[in-house]
């Protein structure tokens, strides 16, 4: 079901989803959403919980650091994802 990178971490997105998606209407918050919209989530979301692997601590502290000494000169979708990756790990 998973491949063999970050193992645990794709059993949660798996689950996250599993648990966002399912059945339970109340737990079904993304049901209404548009397909453009649920893609950015999907992958936000799949990308936070990734960045939890230990295994990218060195990487994500390395894209963190760049990051502040590009003073503004990032991207803003990757940025974007950078913090929140960091705000998690």
């Known amino acids: 079901r998973y491949n063999d990178n970050a193992v645990l971490e794709n059993m949660h997105a798996a689950l996250a989803f599993e648990l966002m998606l399912g059945e339970e209407v109340e737990a079904n918050f993304l049901h209404a959403m548009p397909t453009d919209d649920f893609a950015v989530v999907r992958k936000t979301v799949i990308s936070v919980i990734l ?8 990487d994500i502290v390395s894209q963190l ?4 000494s590009a003073k503004g000169d990032a991207d803003e979708d990757k940025s974007k994802d950078l ?4 705000i998690v790990h």
């Open 51 to 58: 960045a939890t692997d230990m295994k990218v601590h060195f």
């Open 65 to 68: 650091q760049a990051f502040a």
């Open 83 to 86: 913090v929140l990756r960091v």
